[in-house]
């Protein structure tokens, strides 16, 4: 390959441990809380995997190479044996800028081919990687089968998409052919994205036999971040976290139900023939978040940006293992309110024995169990008024 010289090297840019050059290709500064995350993730894997053989890390869509460059530096000491890394990008140009970047660490390899044709040769050459991360562009779908067909079981999966108007149900058909399922508008539209988009990885992760467990998923609404765990096998009863998740356009009730158990959805709280279900999915019902991975994470010695602690802490303290998401907004205006406070909401929630979290990916949202009538009195017991139930 014809090498070419890096003429305008630009300034140095350092975040944690690592200080390159950016080059005049695509970098996001705030993208650093996916960085922090990605790392962390390998440090964790590498302090707690016992193992002959060096780990296999891959960087498939790399930029300037960061993430490769601060695996290297920040998480590989946690393993006796170096992981061996390899970056990769597409964009030829982006080569000697890679080379330039990685010569701090002395085991990795830059590469610059499609990210299909690296996982097409992986899979010939029947190598396996313990961690690939794919930060693409757009929706990542057709990489999704090739580099789940590359990770080892028990690897890590970190995958990035920015596409939002899908799985948000602002493009219908679109939904249908990136992830096979229904979208329709809903509040909780980041979380339902992640859902369309955990979905889509359980079902694929299921064709090989493998079983899935989400690790971390979050969005700031503009890319939709998501870190999975490929099992060796299928949990026990793991199909029922595939299903529908229901949302009345008039009252707002919500429900939900595995495709392994489907049946009728029961009436909601509207007058007779008043209600309608806008219904989405297939999509994932289980949890979203690993919380005591978070917790370990979150006791790390790699140097995070104190946004990405705040955001451990946050998905940490939900679970996400119920999908039913009300806004703050949305109770306030069917109470006639203002909105309750979102602590005080969870907490009278919990003392009457339903289940509650502020939900850890969209602000001013509560997860629970609470049916809506439950909830709006709840709700207006907290600003010391009466329920408006009802459209
Ligand atoms: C979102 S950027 C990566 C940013 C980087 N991970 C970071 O944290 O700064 C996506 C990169 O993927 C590269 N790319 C796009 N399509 C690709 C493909 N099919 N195979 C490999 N790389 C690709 C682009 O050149 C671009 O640098
Ligand atoms: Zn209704």
């Not at 393993?79 to 964009?91: G, K, L, T």
């Not at 508008?185 to 859902?195: F, G």
């Not at 026990?236 to 595939?242: H, I, N, S």
């Not at 297939?282 to 602690?309: C, I």
Request: hydrophobic content about 40%; some cysteine; aromatic content about 6%.
């Amino acid at each position: 390959m014809a090498v070419k010289a890096l003429v305008d090297p630009g300034p140095h840019y350092r975040e944690g441990a690592a200080e390159l050059l950016l080059g005049d290709g695509f970098f996001r500064r705030d993208s650093r809380l996916a960085r922090d995350c990605s790392v962390l993730l390998a440090w964790h894997q590498a302090s707690t995997t016992t193992c002959k053989y060096p780990l296999q890390w891959l960087d498939l869509m790399a930029g300037c190479g960061i993430r490769g460059l601060r695996w290297g530096l920040e998480a590989a000491g946690a393993q006796s044996m170096p992981p061996e890394i390899v970056v990769n990008d597409a964009d030829g140009d982006r080569w000697p800028l890679l080379e330039h970047n990685l010569k701090p660490l002395a085991g990795a390899t830059c590469s610059s081919i499609p990210a299909e044709t690296l996982l097409c040769q992986a899979q010939l050459e029947g190598r396996r990687f313990d961690l690939i991360d794919l930060d693409a562009f757009g929706h990542p779908g057709a990489l999704i089968q090739p580099a789940l067909q590359v990770l080892a079981p028990d690897g890590i999966l970190v995958l990035a998409s920015t596409d939002g108007r899908s799985p948000t149900g602002h493009d219908r058909p679109g939904a249908i052919r990136s992830f096979g399922a229904a979208a329709r508008a809903h509040p909780a539209s980041w979380e339902l994205a992640l859902r369309q988009q955990l979905g889509l990885l359980a079902r694929q992760a299921w064709l090989l036999g493998r079983g899935l467990q989400p690790l971390m998923s979050f969005s700031d609404g503009r890319t939709f971040r998501l870190a999975v765990r490929l099992k060796r096998l299928l949990q026990p009863d793991e199909e029922a976290t595939l299903g529908l998740l229901a949302r009345c356009g008039t009252c707002g009730a919500q429900q939900s139900q595995p495709l392994l158990r489907l049946r009728n959805w029961s009436v909601c709280h509207c007058p007779p023939e008043q209600g309608r279900w806008a219904i989405s999915g297939p999509l994932w019902l289980g949890p979203l978040q690993q919380v005591d991975l978070l917790e370990e994470l979150m006791a790390s010695p790699v140097p995070v940006a104190s946004a990405t602690r705040r955001l451990l802490q946050r998905l940490q303290a939900d679970p996400g293992g119920l999908g039913h998401v009300w806004a703050t907004a949305e109770l306030a205006r069917r109470c006639g309110s203002g909105p309750p406070p979102l602590q005080q909401l969870v907490d009278a929630l919990c003392t009457q024995g339903y289940q509650a979290w502020p939900s850890g990916v969209m602000a001013g949202q509560v997860r629970t169990d609470a049916d809506l009538p439950e909830l709006l009195q709840i709700c207006s017991n907290l600003r010391g008024e009466g329920p408006l139930i009802g459209p």
